[in-house]
């Protein structure tokens, strides 16, 4: 087998598992913000209750998240020694940063926060989630001022072969980097609200300390919906907006745009082809794609057919994988706003079948950060730095495939121990639920 193909599979492999925990962590660390600031100010034993019980399952996340990212750094000089050598002076920076500003930041205070609780004064408590917060956060925008430059690289020279910084803050706030990071952190709210959304509801179904509950899903409801809808606007459509600027075969990809229109349509739905690229049983929206692209319903948009062959990224997998989480980030708006529609008219409590919806929603908007994530990293295809190297360039010439399909093979059956052992543990803790307070221990 085609040993680029295979380090390929292996590094999507890597990077898919490790992508389910991030997003869970940063939204889940920003909602226990709001909670431990309600127990703290309102001396409340409840909210106490649900940060002890959240701050829980935020560890595992956390380990797990751990233990899944630092297989990708190593995959770097392995499989993919010509792109360190080529991108090695501007990769290494935000890398850095992320371990050195947001991760030692993110890892202390979760120490302090679990462990801390009585032990510290309550004020000290909240800030060390806090800390949290922010380390996580800052961690996904370094990493994502690394991943957004290989979208749009700018601030480099290219000298003896390699691209050599020349702009740090170019670099880092390349055309990309502040749409992709506002994406991605309304996606990691989305993320940490319907695991607490859905959670709270398995508690309330199972009657498992069901005024607490019912106040964790209360706030997380109306938390979601909020960053739901932000995240279809303005977020969503300003990054689409942003692509269609700087990547616009990938935009053509995405959009199942083959051919260059004006007035060019929004396909709502289609059975997209590659060879040839063409739409089946499309249903689409006139001029809608151009308006929304260019703020003109006029607007000419370039389909695929104006790039040459080899540089036209895959078109079934881009396609597919933007228009279904685009299909789910509305899903999360509707469901949240019936929600809330249902706690405002004072119904949501017996509203049984919704709250089992909101159960087998947890892993929903993780699957819509894999299904993002894969638009945005197939659609840059051929490229692995747009315009500047060539995937089938940067593979290491040294490791063989068989070498490369056995780390395939391992690696699956640890993941797969690995998020077994997640799903039990996390599971178990659902089942146990919140452990009461004695009110001595709330109010120390």
Known sequence: MDPVLLARIQFALTVGFHFIF??????????????????????????????NFFGKIL???????VATGIVMEFQFGTNWAEY??????VFGAPLAAEGIFAFFLESTFLGLYIFGRNKVSKGVHWFSILMVAIGATISAFWILVANSWQQTPAGYVIKNGRAELIDFWAAVFNPSTLPRFFHTFLASLISGAFLMIGISAYLILNNKETDA?????????????IVSVLQLFPSGHEHGQQVARTQPEKFAAIQGLYTSKSKAPIAIFAIPFDNPPELKVPI????????????????????INEFPDDEIPPLFLTFVSYHNMVLLGIYFILITALGTYYLWKKKL???????????????????ACELGWIAAEVGRQPWIVYKLLKTSDAASITVSSGEILFSIILFGIIY????????????KKMKHGPEPLNSQEALI
């Open 59 to 65: 560890g595992l996340i956390f380990a797990m998240g």
């Open 349 to 367: 409590w017996n509203k049984t079948r919704l709250l089992k919806i909101y159960v087998w929603s947890i892993p929903l908007p993780v699957i």
């Open 84 to 89: 360190s050598k080529f991108v090695g002076d």
């Open 22 to 51: 991030p997003p869970l962590s940063i939204g889940l660390a920003w909602l226990l913000v709001i909670i431990e600031a309600i127990g703290w100010k309102r001396n409340d034993e409840t909210y106490v209750m649900l940060g």
């Open 416 to 427: 797969l121990f690995l998020f077994s052992l997640f799903l039990y543990v996390l599971i």
């Open 284 to 303: 689409e929206i006139p001029g809608l794609l151009s308006w929304l692209a260019f703020g003109d319903i006029n607007a000419k948009i370039k389909g």
């Open 213 to 225: 509950a019912k106040k964790s899903l209360k706030l997380a409801l109306i938390f979601g919906f």
